[in-house]
């Protein structure tokens, strides 16, 4: 073991791209992680125990943008780490690349100055952090921020030198300490899993998700985060489950119409399906933009019924590039449920 002793300095101008890469996820259960970019793909890195085997995680940026993995669980158990590609984020959210990550391995910890961006729905919190102990695979460190330590939801973060990380948060001591994997580590067994993605097929298809039944279309954006990894968005899409999210505001909701030729629209129908421990949305509004890049106009606002089962029944098509659904209140406390969403 190698002791060092820092003296942690922390610039206002120093590390801010690095630490726009530090996002929120929500998947077996919440924890950080930290976004790259790989020939064009945006990449999520956060500990394995984060997501637990879950195919899809939630991604939180620090400007509250929501985005979706598709986790590779490429590593071996004992390896706590994941790796997932990301949806549903504009290229400025991801602009780290591998060469970072690369720069991170190479750094000495000795005389760094360290900072750990913990983000949440309140934007990210910045906490200084000393280096106590480090080895070849691990190094621990302890937060110098007083009344602050290591606790359940920090797993997955990565702490920068700048803006550069060098290490990812696995797990917590019993002093308030966390235990960072080495970046030269991560780097390592990252490039080699990279390459051979790479030589084998694509790591996912960048094809939009089939809906079950309807007009296809794709999720642009949702406002309201997804309640956990379980109910995510794009398993109500690909019909393997239901959307979920918290009560406390509307959730807009912006489709795609990938209907082949014309982009128009006949009907449109939404199912939450009364299941306990979930409620509904009080009321539904429909904007449509007739082309891509127009300015939604609103179409109907209507009380979503108490059944479930919203449909505007069958009207004349109009032009529809994309749909904007708000969902508006909620009928009780629980959490909100979207089963299906239907475009004719």
Known sequence: ????????VVLNAVGQEGRAQAVQVRAAEEGQGFLFAEQGICYLLTAAHVTDGARRAQVLTQDGSNGTATMMAP???????DVGQVRRLDDADCTASFDDLTRGARMSLAGARLVLPLVGPGGV??????VERSDYLEFIGQFLDKGTEGKKGMSGSFVLSGSTPVGMARA???????HFIQMAEIAMNLRRWLDRAAYNAPVVSAAP???REGQPYR????SQPALDGNHLIEAMVEGSGAFSYSPGEDAVIILENLREGEKSLGRIAVHSTPTEGYTQPRRIRIDIAPHKGATPRFWRVDVFPPDGIY?????????AATV?????GARGSDPVRIDRITLN
């Open 219 to 222: 999720v642009i954006s949702s």
């Open 209 to 211: 998700e089939p809906t």
């Open 311 to 319: 449909d505007t029944g069958p009207v004349a098509r109009r032009f």
């Open 1 to 8: 073991m190698i002791s060092i002793c820092l003296s942690i």
């Open 125 to 130: 919190d910045n906490h200084e952090v000393a």
């Open 172 to 178: 917590t001591g019993v002093n308030g300490s966390i």
């Open 324 to 328: 904007t659904l708000t969902l508006i």
């Open 75 to 81: 590593f071996w158990k004992g390896f706590d780490l």
